[in-house]
C-alpha cells in the first residue's frame, strides 16, 4: 500500500490451564507465559504501532493481595520499554534476595505479571489521543474481584454517540466519549448488575461473608452478561477481557469484520488477531489453529473451564478485505495464496496494456508488501504465455510451418520479465511533517536498480491498494521514472476504493479518496455539476430516517460512469505534470476479488454495501462533510 493507513490493531492473550510450577518442572521457566505473550505480540508488531498495553490476572489470590496489573506505554519503542521495564524490576528483586526466578511462588506473589492470564495490545491509533491514557487495556476497578474489569481490543463502533446517550438515559455520567470507554462502561454495567443481584441472594440466604466472593465467581455467567452488553452495539470488533476474579472471554462481531484465532491445548489456551503467531509461537500446524466464529464468544472461567458459545445472532459474514490484501501477515497459508491469487487475476488487463510485448516489458513491486501479488503475476502471465505457445504450435502444425526459427521464437523468447526495481532503505524515516519535505524524502526512500529497465521497455509496478493516489504523484511514479521506461504501468490488487471505512481503518474521509476525485472530476466535465447538490440532499433525507433503513446515497455519484472510465480519470489526475514517460493505472475487478478470496469478503469499500446500519450513516455524513467543506471522521460526529 503505497499510501500509508493507521489500521487495525493487535490483540493477544494466554489463559494457563495449569499452575506456574508445572511450566517450571516442564519448560523450565516460571516466566513462560510472560515470554510467550512478548513473542506472540512482536510476531503482531505490524498490526499496531502507536502504542502498546498489557494486563494480568493472577487466580486465587488471599484477600488484601493485589490480584490484576497493567502496563501501557505511547512510545516509539513501546513493546520492547514495557516487557525490559518489567524485567528489569524482576531481575532489581532478584538481585536483592527478594525473589527466587525458579520458585513458582515466589513469582506469583512478587512479579505482577506472574499470573496465570495474561493479555495484551497492540495499539494503531485511528481517533482519540496518542499518549498512554489512550493504550489498552482498559480498567474500571472496584474493592470487589469480580467487579473489577479489564477489557482491550481491535474494533471501531460507528454508534458511539448513541450507545452513550443510552448510559445518560439510565443515569450513569460517560465522560470520554470514546467507543473504547464506552464498551467498557457498558459490559461494566452489566456485570455490576449481575454481580448485585448474586450478592443480594446470597447474602439473603446466611452464607457467611468471606464465602460469598467465591460462590460469585463461580456463578458469574459471562455469556449473559456479554449478550446484554452487545446489544446495541454496531461496528466490527474483536474484544476481549478479564474480571478480576480470573474469568475471561473474547467475543468477535457478528459479521466476522474483525480477525480472531485461537489455539486450545491442555496445557493453555491462546488467542490473536492472526493466525500464523500462534503457529509459530507455539509450534503448531495451521489446522490447530481455529478463527473464532462472528458472533461467537470464547469464554473461560476461573476454574479454567472453557467454552465456545454464541452471544447474539450471526450475520452475513463480511470479513475484512484489505485483512487479505494487506495487513495480515503475509506467511498465513490462506493469506499467502490469495494474495498470489489476486495478482494472477491481474493478468488480462497487463496483457492488454502490454499489448502482448513481453519481451519489451520488466514486472516489479512497489512496495514490499505487494511481493506475494508480485509472484502471482507473473505466475498468471507465464500460464498466459503457456497458453500462446500451445495454441502457436498446434496451427504451426496444422499448416505445415513448424520449424526451428519458428520454435526459438515461441519457446524461447517473448516470456515475462521479473524485476527487483525499487529497493527500500529501511534505515530512511519519514519523520518530517511538511508536505513538501516529506515528499521529497520520501523519494529517497528507495534505491533503485539501475539498467534493468531499457527505454523501449514498458515497466509495470504491482501495488496493495491505491486510497488517496498521494503518494503515487507525488513519489512511487517519480521514483520510477528515474529509470526511463517508454511507459509505466501501476496495477492495484485491490479495486477501487470508493467509499469510507468505519470499522477500524483510518480510510474515512471520503474527499481523500482518489476514486472518488475522478468521479467527481469527470461528473464536472459532463456537466452535471448539479448532481453533486442532489446527493447532498439525499444524504441530508437519509440521516432523517431510522438507522436500519438507511441508504447508501453517495453510490449516485458513480452511477453512469464506467469503471475504466474512473481509471484513466485516476490516471490523470496522479500522473505528475513533469512525467517523463505516460503512465497507466489499472485496479482489480470487484468480480476478480471475490474469486480470489477463499470464503467469504466485506468489500464495502469498493461497492458501498456496508454489512451494519452504521456504514450508511456513515458515508452520508463522509459525503455531507465533504459537500460542506469540512473534515473530521463521520463516525465520530453526533449525529
Known sequence: MSDFLKHECGVAAIRLLKPLSYFQDKYGSTLWAFNKLLILMEKQHNRGQDGA????????MPLGQPYLFRTRDASKDALTTIFNGQIKKLNKKIRRGQVNLKDAEDIKNNFDYGGESLMGHLRYGTSGLFDEGSCHPYLRRTNWPTRTLMVLGNFNMTNTPEL?????ERGQHPVFGTDTQTVLEEIGYHLDEAHTDLYRALRDSGMPGPEIPHAISSQLNIQEIIHNSAQRWDGGYAIMGAIGNGDYFCLRDPHGIRPCHYLITDEFIAVASERVPLMTVFEVESEQVYELPPANMLSIKADGTHAITEFTTPLKPTPCSFEKIYFSRGNDPIVYRERKALGAALTPQ???SLED???KSAITYIPNTAETAYYGLLEGLRVYRRKRVHAQLLEALRNG???????????LKRWPRGEKIAHKDIKMRTFITQEKSRAQLVSHVYDLTYGAVGPEDVLVAIDDSIVRGTTLKKSILRILGRTNPRKIVVASTAPQIRYPDCYGIDMSELGNFIAFQA?????????????????????????????????????????????AEISREITRLVTPHDAPCPVEVIFQTIENLHASIEGPCGDWYFTGDY?????YTTVNVAYMRWFEGKGGRAYDLPL
Open 350 to 352: 497487463i496483457v492488454d
Open 357 to 359: 510485448r513481453f519481451d
Open 401 to 411: 510451418t513448424l520449424d526451428e526459427k519458428m520454435l526459438d521464437s515461441a519457446i
Open 164 to 168: 452513550n446517550q443510552r448510559m445518560i
Open 53 to 60: 498495553g498489557i494486563g494480568c490476572v493472577k487466580l486465587n
Open 611 to 615: 454489512p451494519t446500519p452504521g456504514g
Open 519 to 563: 468521479a467527481v472530476s469527470l461528473i464536472k466535465q459532463h456537466g452535471k455539476g448539479r448532481l453533486l447538490e442532489e446527493v447532498f440532499q439525499a444524504c441530508k433525507a437519509e440521516l432523517a430516517k431510522p438507522r436500519e433503513e438507511r441508504r447508501n446515497c453517495v453510490k449516485a455519484i458513480y452511477n453512469g460512469l464506467t469503471d
